[in-house]
């Protein structure tokens, strides 16, 4: 069973930046497409930003597009959402998984951005 343990969050103020990761176990990581979502308050969980498996395509959530940037590390079973000029509608917690949401959900990591 892969496990997902997401790190990096915090609060930050508004043109801030994060940096998150995401561990996963397993070897199979490598063979997935990987994304990042998010879920606000109140709202449903949505993917923002995803990576194929050699990482040579990304996609993103036209709300985050430009701002921020995913990658990953097979080496380190691990993907990373670097996220720049933060806004408040960026507050959620952030989750990774498959592109299809195919493993158990981890705990995910609260970001908070303040106006």
């Known amino acids: 069973q892969v496990q997902l343990v997401e790190s990096g969050g915090g609060w930050v103020q508004a043109g801030g930046s994060l940096r998150l990761s995401c561990a996963a176990s397993g070897s199979i990581f490598a063979i997935r497409t990987m994304g990042w979502y998010r879920q606000a308050p109140g709202k449903r969980r949505e993917l923002v930003a995803s990576i194929t498996p050699t990482g040579g395509i990304t996609t993103y959530a036209d709300s985050v597009k430009g701002r921020f940037t995913i990658s990953r590390d097979n080496s380190k079973n691990t993907v990373y959402l670097q996220m720049n000029s933060l806004k408040p509608e960026d507050t959620g917690a952030y989750y990774c998984?498959?592109?299809?949401?195919?493993?158990?959900w981890g705990q995910g990591t609260q970001v908070t951005v303040s106006s």
């Open positions: 998984n498959t592109a299809t949401g195919l493993w158990p």
